[in-house]
């Protein structure tokens, strides 16, 4: 038996130190999990709890400037920490949660904002705005092994040298250990799943030639251009 064509390479991300790869399943992102962010998009932090999409695992981007995509003339950045998962299961406990993770990276979700609006005001998912080609630029992924599990630490994103987003990951309303145990009561999740936790207020359009400069504080930088 064989492929009836060669099936597409599996996505990975590249493993701090070591020649190694994380082999990525899914990609799971939050939505307004930060209250600021929230408020900045139109929305009370306390009346709606966050939510999740997914973007698909091909649309990560390593090592490699974000070409500006089609169909859009509003993209915008949201820095993200990502925790990356080496076990999976169902109905994983919150106390327990922390022991599925691997370790962590810095992603970008890059969003087709008016997209992303139109899926909104017709009720329509939200693929077209979230999960296009190049979404989600992501760093390295370091091991807990290496830094342990930020709960708190600083998160920002500078454009061409001028900081746009700044916030703390002790800001996130529903913490890494809640967000494991949430999605593993909704979905059955695997070795190799990431969760991309969220992005603090600040977030805005990007334009051909731009410079971005992400880092999360003790997790790594993410750095490219839009071309
Ligand atoms: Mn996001």
Redesign the pocket.
Known sequence: MAFVFDPPARPTLPVRGTPDLFPVHRVY???RNYAEHAIEMGHDPDKEPPFFFQKNPDNLLVGKDFPYPPASEDVHF?L?MVAALKEGGTNIAVDDALNYVFGYAVAL?M?RRDLQGVAKDLRRPWEVGKAFEHSAPCSEVVPASDIGHPAAGAIWLEINGERRQEGDLNQMIWKIPEMISYLSGLFTLVPGDII?T??PSGVGPVKKGDHLHGEVEQVGTLDLKVV
Do not use: A, N, R, Y
């Open positions: 992102c939050v939505g949201e993200e979700d969003t991309l969220g992005t």
